[in-house]
């Protein structure tokens, strides 16, 4: 009864290779995120989705392509990594209106690039 | 745009003690004001949030905010630290001209001593 899960939990994997990393929400939302932490245990937005539509899409390679087949789902694919994009990335949701409502966030995926 | 500054990237208090972590925030216009807290290797889970109404917030754990918009603060407090409080906390802030995305602090480390 997981309500924001994310798959895989780990995930390693060299340089140049491509990679996806899968978000579901069983909550009923609308609105789905995509933040990266660094090492430094910095968060910050990279995408948000609001019913399968891009919203928001921070200064983030174009190498990182969210997509949303559908309001549950925000998957995020990664190509052609590079060192720096090791970090951990966390999957989040909310319901939308006039006011913000409580993002949910995932357990997160820890993504290492040898 | 808005942004945040939590002062002291590590705190340490013993057990009993009172619990203080402080955020500041910058923002055109009227923030939503939220305390995340994450355990290690666990994702983001709400401690409280402010958006309208009352300024003093009450949150789960024993925690609770005040928001004092003459000093922009949103400073996070609990009258006695537990053990179990030891973490990661993040404040952060949103609105509807950002998409409702969360723009987190630089988050600081709470150390409890026996």
């Known amino acids: 009864d997981t309500a924001v899960s994310q798959t895989p939990k780990y995930l390693v994997t060299q340089m140049g290779n491509d990679k996806s990393i899968k978000c579901e929400q069983n909550l009923g939302h609308d609105t789905m995120y995509w933040y990266k932490q660094d090492s430094k245990k910095f968060l910050k937005i990279m995408f948000s989705?609001?019913?399968?539509?891009?919203?928001i899409n921070e200064t983030v390679p174009n190498r990182f392509s969210p997509k949303s087949p559908d309001k549950a789902h925000l998957n995020l694919h990664i190509n052609s990594l590079e060192l720096g994009d090791s970090a951990v990335y966390f999957c989040?949701?909310?319901?939308?209106?006039?006011?913000?409502?409580?993002?949910?966030f995932g357990p997160g995926t820890r993504l290492t690039v040898l | 745009a808005q942004s945040v500054t939590q002062l002291g990237s590590h705190v340490s208090v013993s057990e009993g003690a009172l619990v203080l972590l402080r955020c500041n925030y910058s923002?055109?216009?009227?923030?939503?004001l939220f305390w995340y807290v994450q355990y290690p290797n666990q994702g983001l889970q709400l401690l409280l949030k402010?958006?309208?109404?009352?300024?003093l917030v009450k949150g789960i754990n024993g925690f609770e905010a005040e928001f004092k918009k003459s000093e922009t603060s949103f400073h996070l407090t609990k009258p006695s630290a537990h053990m179990s409080d030891a973490a990661e906390y993040f404040c952060?802030?949103?609105?509807?001209?950002?998409?409702?995305?969360?723009?987190f602090g630089k988050g600081t480390s709470l150390l409890v001593t026996p």
């Open positions: 989040a949701s909310s319901s939308s209106g006039p006011i913000t409502d409580t993002q949910y």
């Open positions: 989705y609001n019913n399968k539509e891009l919203i």
């Open positions: 923002s055109s216009v009227p923030p939503y």
């Open positions: 952060a802030v949103s609105h509807s001209n950002s998409g409702y995305a969360l723009n």
């Open positions: 402010y958006t309208t109404g009352a300024t």
